[in-house]
């Protein structure tokens, strides 16, 4: 909103204010009715008397409608609000100032800024600038106020002949924006590390190789599997990063349909522990009819490669992983159960957030950017499901998808 426009009751106002400043000196309720009463008790008013108070009657109830429209524009507004005239007096403030400074605008209405008590470092802000406020057009900073940033911004009210006519201050509550600024720099400080570790040893390994400082067949090999690792660990952060991105900046448009649920969970198992790496012992329990589910497949094979990746991921030998789907009322859970390392308690409200490893030994040992939990968690959402998960620490875990089941036939 542009500030003429909140200004402009004001204005329409000021004749009315010089107006009753005449009529200060009647102590009573309003000085309206003060001068109404008293021409009220005088026997022998005249015509003209009856006008005055006629007048003075509409102009009462003008300015208490001019009154109470500007201050609901003021209270209606998100920023915190005050205006000043020229000399620095508090004329008006909204809800929100009045929250931001902590005082009551009854408190301090007409009061200099200086005898203004309290005020969070704001008013320390218009202080330092009222002096030059004849000539500063605008002024603004950031503000840290307990655990929330402001943009203060305090500047000249300029009247319609370029004259300065007291000032304004707007406060706006920048939190959110500024944390999100930090959350930019940490992420991109965190991407810039993770994607430089694998780039410098495939740069180091290379140069040997170039050198010819590597003897033996083996050692060649064996190099050339370390880069082919590094090379696969670059590949998964950085497709993870697109998905991330591409649903973050909400342009992930699924393509759902109904798919054949049995077909494809057998699928997605078979690829996801086709490379049998580790002697774990695998089993998919399914039902023997499933209904098909309305589902975006490539995006929902990311989920289950996700879940059960992490499964043999933090499962050690001999242990277990097992695919179990069962059906309720109207939602399919589709459970991927492993016997491996666990969840601890501390590190349980975090495994969904971005970039998120436990500093649990066990878990540092192995590769990974704490970003498929966070993924998984917002396709499965997009999909209007939800993720579940119980885990003991030492004893294994519990990833749960639920999924809506719209409509309960089979497909042949
Ligand atoms: P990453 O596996 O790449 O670290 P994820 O986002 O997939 O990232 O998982 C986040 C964290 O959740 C992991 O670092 C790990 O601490 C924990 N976690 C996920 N799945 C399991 C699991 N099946 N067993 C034990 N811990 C797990």
Do not use: W
Request: aromatic residues 6%.
């Amino acid at each position: 909103m542009k500030i003429s426009g909140i200004l402009k009751p004001l204005k329409d106002i000021k004749p009315v204010t010089d107006f009753l400043k005449l009529l200060d000196s009647l102590s009573t309720a309003t000085p309206a009715e003060g001068l109404v009463s008293r021409v009220n008790k005088t026997e022998d008013s005249s015509d003209d008397d009856k006008e005055i108070v006629a007048n003075l009657r509409l102009t009462n109830k003008l300015l208490s409608y001019h009154i109470s429209k500007f201050e609901s524009v003021l209270d209606n507004l998100n920023d915190g609000i005050m205006i000043f005239d020229s000399s620095g007096r508090v004329l008006a403030m909204n809800h929100i100032m009045e929250q931001l400074l902590n005082l009551k605008r009854g408190d301090i209405k007409g009061k200099h800024v200086r005898e203004c008590q309290g005020g969070n470092g704001i008013l320390d802000f218009v202080l330092e600038h009222s002096e030059s406020i004849d000539k500063l057009v605008e002024k603004t900073a950031d503000i840290n106020v307990g655990s929330s940033y402001l943009r203060v911004s305090y500047k000249t009210l300029i009247r319609g002949d370029g004259h300065p006519n007291g000032s304004l201050l707007i406060a706006k509550d920048i939190t959110s924006q500024k944390l999100a600024d930090q959350v930019k720099i940490e992420f991109l400080s965190h991407v810039s590390h993770e994607l430089k570790t694998p780039l410098n040893t495939i740069k180091a390994y290379t140069e040997m190789l170039i050198g010819g400082d590597v003897a033996g067949r083996d050692t060649i090999v064996e190099f050339c599997n370390t880069m082919n690792e590094e090379a696969g660990r670059l590949s998964t952060l950085i497709n993870n990063l697109l998905h991330l991105s591409k649903i973050e900046m909400g342009g992930l448009v699924l393509s759902r349909s109904m798919t054949r649920t049995k077909e494809f969970i057998e699928g997605i198992f078979k690829v996801a522990t086709a490379q049998k790496k580790k002697n774990i012992n695998y089993e998919l329990i399914l039902p023997e009819k499933i209904p098909p589910v309305n589902i975006d497949k490539e995006f929902m094979g990311i989920v289950l490669m996700n879940l059960i990746g992490n499964a043999i991921k933090y499962t050690p030998e001999h242990g277990k992983i097992t695919l179990r789907v069962d059906e309720e009322v109207d939602r399919l859970m589709i459970h991927v159960i492993d016997t491996g390392i666990g969840i601890s308690e501390e590190d349980m409200p975090h495994i969904f957030d971005k970039f998120y490893r436990s500093s649990d030994a066990q878990v540092r040992h192995k590769t990974g950017h704490g970003l498929g939990l966070s993924i998984a968690k917002q396709i499965v959402e997009l999909h209007d499901g939800e993720i579940r998960v119980i885990s003991k620490k030492g004893e294994g875990s519990q990833f749960t998808v639920v999924l809506p089941i719209e409509e309960r036939y089979f497909l042949e």
